[in-house]
Nanobody, 123 residues
């Protein structure tokens, strides 16, 4: 049974920082695709960042230079370090894993495993 659990969300002032964590059980992140998605109220789910094989990273243009996705294989955790947070970054952040080969990293339809999400509120 695969389970992804996010943590680290909360309320933060604009310009502040947060670090989100996605911890997996029953699944190893090592050589996999892992992504963070955001869903704001009344909006669709958007890809924020992804990491492949623990090294290659991808970012949405809006967060590039402010967010960093990283992976700790020993702990089987993927992090999303968020800096210079903007009000537009608010939403539920969910991690996803195991994407079909050759598909768009930012398209959530291609991921097999999902967490429940963690709320980020920026004021």
């Amino acid at each position: 049974h695969v389970q992804l659990v996010e943590s680290g969300g909360g309320s933060v002032q604009a310009g502040g920082s947060l670090r989100l964590s996605c911890t997996a059980s029953g699944h190893r992140f090592s050589d996999d695709w892992v992504a963070w998605f955001r869903q704001a109220p009344g909006q669709g789910r958007e890809g924020v960042a992804a990491i492949y094989g623990g090294l290659t990273t991808y970012y949405d243009d809006f967060v590039r230079g402010r967010f960093i996705i990283s992976q700790d294989n020993a702990k089987n955790v993927v992090y999303l370090q968020m800096k210079n947070i903007k009000p537009e970054d608010s939403g539920i952040y969910t991690c996803a894993a195991e994407k079909a080969t050759g598909t768009d990293w930012a398209d959530g339809r291609w991921y097999d495993y999902w967490g429940q999400g963690t709320q980020v509120t920026v004021s």
